[in-house]
């Protein structure tokens, strides 16, 4: 199916744009606490997400090591440094900003999010990176039908859905387990994770007539509180098949995820 123009909500953060946090924010490493700040601040490197840049008065248990090395970042040039914990070191692991990165930025560090074991906004753990103030995600039950095909096999007919709304993504359909082909679907180990819904507990690929397609269909059954509706339900890539709702016949949009990011449903 040819591609047409977008059909939902654009990111509208800019790179290098820059807010305060009003939450507390920590990390830990190895169980001890890196950094516990309410002084974090956004920092956009890319429209996508934020991530946090916390005070580097506000580290708690931690050194960072300069490694010499300055990059231009997504909101300017910053110097990479290593962090020690204890005895433990993680190469590369924070970023310093410098002169010519915007002024909320000086005196803060931006750590790669792996680098650190855990991550919580005031108590509740973050996973993958920080939500976006300016990011929606919305589960509605709808009396939409949904048919689901691939290479001219129906792999889904379902009478109702739930529907995902997600700024800067495609509209996702779940879809009850009942109305799906699962002869026509091949489980896989995949495992993603969001920051709005949660880790994947499985998904799918279709091996077609035309040739294998991986990973087509995922479920949430565990999914945040904020999307709960989805539990147990399961939704196909609308890059990856044909999608018919009500009868009429879906784009298949251009998949875009941003730099970095685990492609994520």
Not at 151 to 160: E, N, R, T, W, Y
């Amino acid at each position: 199916m040819a591609e047409e123009s977008v059909s939902y909500p654009a990111l509208i953060v800019p790179a290098g744009h820059v807010e305060p946090v009003p939450r507390r924010v920590r990390a830990l490493v190895g169980g001890r606490t890196v950094f516990d700040t309410r002084r974090a601040v956004y920092v956009w490197e890319w429209p996508a997400y934020p991530q946090f840049s916390i005070p580097v008065e506000d580290l708690a248990d931690g050194v960072l090591i300069d490694e010499h090395r300055t990059e231009t970042l997504g909101a300017g040039p910053a110097r990479c440094h290593a962090l020690r914990v204890g005895s433990e070191v993680r190469d590369g692991a924070a970023w310093v900003w410098q002169d010519g990165a915007p002024g909320a930025l000086h005196g803060t560090v931006r750590f790669e999010w792996d680098a650190l074991d855990a991550w919580f906004e005031e108590d509740e753990p973050v996973f993958v990176h920080p939500r976006s103030p300016y990011s929606r995600v919305d589960a509605l039950r709808s009396s939409s039908a949904v048919r689901v095909a691939r290479d001219g096999v129906l792999l889904a007919d379902a009478p109702q859905c739930v529907k995902l709304f997600e700024t800067g993504l495609p509209t996702r359909y779940y879809l009850d387990r009942t109305h799906i082909d699962w002869t026509r679907l091949r489980a896989s180990g995949t495992v993603t994770a969001c920051p709005y819904k949660g880790t994947t507990s499985g998904y799918w690929s279709f091996d077609g007539p035309a040739g294998t397609h991986e990973d087509i269909a995922w479920a949430y059954d565990f999914p945040t509180v904020q999307v709960h509706r989805v539990a147990g339900l399961v939704a196909f890539y609308n890059e990856h098949v044909d999608l018919y709702v009500d009868g009429t016949p879906l784009p298949r949009p251009a998949g875009q995820h941003p730099p970095s990011a685990l492609p994520a449903p």
